[in-house]
C-alpha cells in the first residue's frame, strides 16, 4: 500500500475486498471489516517448504511428491496447517511492518482483529480455498483457444459449441502456482512466481460451456459438477466462479434427471441431440426460478419474453449473432435480407428439408453474385416465395406481414395474428421475430441426428480432420460455428 491504506482501487489490501466501511458511513467501532485474499496469500503446491516435505515423508515415504488429490487426510492436514501459518504470517507483516510505513491511523490492521463467525478454534475458515479442482476428462475439453479473446473488445468465442448448457465470460486469472525460495534455506522465505505461459487479467470472449463437458469418457454413471469439468487449467481460471459453478450444478443435475428418466448412461444422452435439446430448453426456462442463458447476450435479461426464443434459435445456428456486438437488440427493425436468412435455415433445420437452389447467376439485381445473404435468398425463392421483381430491396426493413406471407409461401405455421390489420404493417423487431420463428419451430418439428456414432472414439463426423472426441463443433466441417446442415456450402 505505497500510497497509504486508501491507494489507487485495486492496489490496497486493506479497500480491495472491503465488507464494511464504518469510517464513511458513522457505523459503530468494532464494524470495520474486511476480506482478506491476496495473492501473496497463496499457497503454491509446487517447491513445499523443507518441514512440509519432511513431515510428509515421516508420514509414508514419497508422500512429498504426490499431488493433492492423492494424498490421505491426515497428509493434506500438513500441507493445510503450513498455509494456514502463512495466511496468519501475512497478517501479523500488516499488523507491524505495514502499519509502521503507512502510519497509526485508527482503521489500519494493527487495530482490527479475526471475525469469530466461523465458529473455528483458530477463528479461520473450516477448510482452504482450493482455487483449482481435479478436472474431468470429458467427451470435451474446453480450452484456452477457444474461448481467448484476440483484443480487449468484447466478441464471441472462437467457438459456440452446440450442446452448451450454459454461456460465460471471465477473465483468464492464472494464479502464480509456484515458488522460489529467496536463499538457501527451503524453509526461509520465498517469492512466488508464475507458471511460464500462464497470468492473470488476461481477457476472453463470451462463450459457452458443452453438454459433453459433464461427461466422462470412459467411467460410467458418473457426471461432473463445480470445477470438476472438462476444461482446461488455464480456462478453469476463467470457469470457477460461484454463479459459473451454480450453472454447472443446474446442467448437470438436469443431466442427471434425463438419464434416470430415460435409463440411458450419460455418455448416451450426451451423444443424442433429441436429449440434450430437451436439456437445453428445461434450463433455459428454469424450474421455479430465471432460467439459464445459454447463448451468452449481453442484454439479454431471463424475464424478457423473448428470453428462451432467442436462446433456442441461436444455439442451434438458425439465429445468426452479429459479428461485431454482444447483444441481441431487441428493439432492432430486421431487414429483408436478415429475415431471409433466418428463415432459410429455418426452413433447413425440418426434417423434410429441400436442398439449397441458387443459381449460376445472380437471380436480382441488388443481391449480387458474392453477396453473403444471396443462397438463402435465392433459395427461399426457389422454395416458394414468389417474386417477379428484378429486385429483392435486402436492405429494407420488414414488418409483420412479411414474415406471414413468406413463412405461409414456405409452408411453415405461421400465425394469423401477424396479418391483423392494426399490427400488418408494424416493422418486425428482433423480439417479435424470434418469438415467431420458435413457434414455427416448435409446431413444424426440427431435424435430429438420430446416429451417435459421432461420439464413438476415432469418427469424424464432420470430415474437417479433427477427431470428433477433439471437436468442439463436430457438426460444422469449416468450424464457422454454423450446422453445415444450416449452411450453403459450395
Known sequence: MSAGIYSQSGWSVYTHRRLVDRWH???????????????????????????????LEKNAPGASKKNLVHLTPAQRQIIFDDAKQHALSMLYHLQTAVHDRVGDFPQTFRYMKLTNEFGTPDLLPPKPYVRESLRLEALYMLREQDIRAETREPKWAKVLVPDAVFGFQFNIDFHPTRRRFIGEDR????????????????????????????????????????????VSSVVQSALRLHGQMMHVGQASATLAWICLRDGLQPRAAAASQKHWREIQLRLVRGSGGPGILIWPWQ????????????????????????????????????????????????????PNTPQWAMIAAPRFTDVVQDDA?????????????????????????ADWSTL??????????????????????????????????WNMLRKQGEWLNEDDSWLQPENDHDEDERKDLDDPLPFDSNNNNVPDRLEYLP
Open 25 to 55: 458511513n458513522d457505523l459503530a467501532a468494532g464494524t470495520e471489516a474486511t476480506f482478506l485474499n491476496w495473492p501473496v496469500q497463496d499457497y503454491p503446491l509446487c517447491q513445499l517448504p523443507q518441514r512440509v516435505v519432511d513431515a
Open 187 to 230: 524453509n526461509g522465505p520465498w517469492l512466488y512466481v508464475q507458471t511460464p505461459a500462464r497470468g492473470w487479467h488476461t481477457d476472453t470472449d463470451r462463450a459457452m460451456f458443452p453438454l459433453r463437458g459433464l461427461v466422462p469418457v470412459q467411467i460410467n454413471g458418473l457426471l461432473g459438477c463445480s470445477k470438476n469439468i472438462g
Open 404 to 437: 406471414y406471407r413468406w413463412s405461409l409461401a414456405l409452408k411453415l405455421p405461421a400465425n394469423r395474428g401477424l396479418l391483423a390489420k392494426e399490427v400488418a404493417q408494424r416493422p418486425l423487431t428482433r423480439a417479435d421475430a424470434v418469438i415467431q420463428l
Open 299 to 350: 442484454d439479454m435479461p431471463t424475464d424478457a419474453l423473448h428470453f428462451e426464443a432467442a436462446n433456442m434459435l441461436a444455439v442451434r445456428g438458425i439465429w445468426q449473432a452479429d459479428a461485431d456486438s454482444v447483444s441481441f437488440g431487441a428493439d432492432q427493425i430486421m431487414t429483408r435480407r436478415e429475415l431471409a436468412r433466418v428463415l432459410a435455415r429455418l426452413v433447413r433445420s425440418q
Open 373 to 397: 445473404d444471396r443462397a438463402a435468398i435465392e433459395s427461399l425463392c426457389s422454395w416458394g416465395i414468389e417474386t417477379k421483381d428484378k429486385t429483392f430491396s435486402p436492405d429494407n426493413k
